[in-house]
């Protein structure tokens, strides 16, 4: 057995073992079957045997398609945002490589969670421009473009503002309104911070998408961090 050929079992393995837990939901789940799938990927080329090779690559293909099914079924999202979505360059398919985006940050005190890789593989490196840009409280009028390095690349003390105002574990998702960096939590919640206050963008990624979008509903202030300041929007 070759050193590359081990190297790539190994790695199959170890992706193997890090099957999200039910409670983690659909986004994290089709995540990791991304993730097998492109373990297998790799594997197949360095097996020995023609009937190995198929087997890898059938059983890669067998997972991506799983993973979209899960993807399309796990964003119920409106027509008008699919719209949107779909004219900003988004499919329920889309899988892109966050390993650049991870490293980065990583070296930084990030750790990239099932639900962050999930929602950056999915949307990452895309400009959503609002199709709403009068909320009922607040002006839409920018759009969410995710993009972890801008929201969190020399912001790692947002994210422990976040962990000591709401608990959980965040990571950069994009920025938002007025260039607010915009965190995901392992649970899936979604709020934007860095001005002076926390806001609430939705408990799932697929609700702050569609609320970033459409502002359906007020903005909602749920944390003042900035000394002497007052909430906003106003309560």
Request: charge should be negative.
């Amino acid at each position: 057995m070759t050193p590359e050929l081990r190297a790539a079992l190994k790695e199959l393995r170890r992706v193997r073992a890090e099957r999200p837990g039910e409670e983690l939901g659909a986004a994290a789940f089709a995540a990791w079957r991304v993730a097998v799938a492109e373990a297998l990927e790799a594997l197949a080329p360095l097996l020995l045997f023609a009937e190995d090779r198929q087997r890898a690559v059938a059983e890669a293909r067998s997972a991506r398609a799983e993973a979209a099914e899960l993807r399309a079924s796990g964003f119920d999202f409106p027509d008008v945002v699919v719209r949107a979505l779909e004219h900003a360059g988004w499919r329920p398919d889309r899988s892109v490589d966050i390993s650049a985006w991870d490293a980065e940050l990583a070296g930084q005190g990030y750790r990239l969670h099932p639900v962050a890789a999930a929602a950056l593989r999915s949307f990452g490196g895309l400009n959503l421009p609002p199709v709403n840009r009068a909320g009922p409280n607040f002006a839409n009028d920018e759009p969410l473009v995710v993009d972890p390095v801008a929201a969190g690349s020399g912001h790692h003390e947002l994210a422990r503002e976040l962990v000591a105002e709401l608990g959980g574990e965040w990571y950069p998702l994009g920025e938002w309104l007025s260039s607010s960096s915009v965190f995901v939590e392992a649970s899936g919640r979604v709020v934007a911070t860095g001005l002076g206050w926390i806001w609430e963008l939705g408990e799932s990624v697929g609700e702050a998408v569609v609320f970033a979008l459409t502002a359906h509903r007020p903005l909602k202030c749920l944390r003042v961090v900035a000394p002497g300041a007052r909430p906003w929007p106003p309560t």
